[in-house]
C-alpha cells in the first residue's frame, strides 16, 4: 500500500463527511438565497434559492442510496439524483439571467 492509499473503510469515511460538509454548506447557501428572495421579493432570487436546493439535495440522495436501490434500483436513483443537479444548474442559470433577459424585453 503506497502512502498515498487509504483502507476501504477510511476512504468510505472520508466520502461521507466530504458529502455531508458539502450538503451542509449547500443548503447553507440555498436558505441565505431564500431569505433573500424573502427580503427582496425578486424573482431571479428565487429561482437562484431553488436551484441551490435542488443542486445541493443530490447528495443526499447519494448518501441515502444504498437505502433507496433495493426499492428503486441503482440506475433509478442515480438518475434521480443527476436529474435534481441538471434542473438546480437550469434555476440557478435562468435566475442569473433573467434580469438580462428582462432588460432586453423593455
Known amino acids: 500500500m503506497s ?6 473503510a ?3 469515511q472520508v466520502a461521507l463527511a466530504l458529502t455531508v460538509t458539502s450538503t451542509v454548506l449547500g443548503l447553507a447557501v440555498g436558505y441565505l438565497a431564500l431569505r433573500g428572495y424573502w427580503q427582496s421579493r425578486s424573482r431571479p432570487m428565487l429561482f ?3 436551484g441551490f436546493f435542488l443542486v445541493f ?5 447519494l448518501v441515502a442510496g444504498p437505502y433507496l436501490s433495493p426499492l428503486l434500483g441503482p440506475f433509478v436513483y442515480g438518475v434521480l439524483g443527476e436529474v435534481s443537479r441538471i434542473l438546480g444548474l437550469l434555476s440557478i ?3 442569473l439571467r433573467m434580469p438580462y433577459l428582462q432588460r432586453g424585453s423593455s
Open 3 to 8: 502512502p498515498l492509499e487509504l483502507s476501504p
Open 10 to 12: 477510511l476512504r468510505s
Open 48 to 50: 437562484i434559492a431553488v
Open 57 to 61: 439535495w443530490t447528495p443526499v440522495l
Open 93 to 95: 442559470l435562468y435566475g
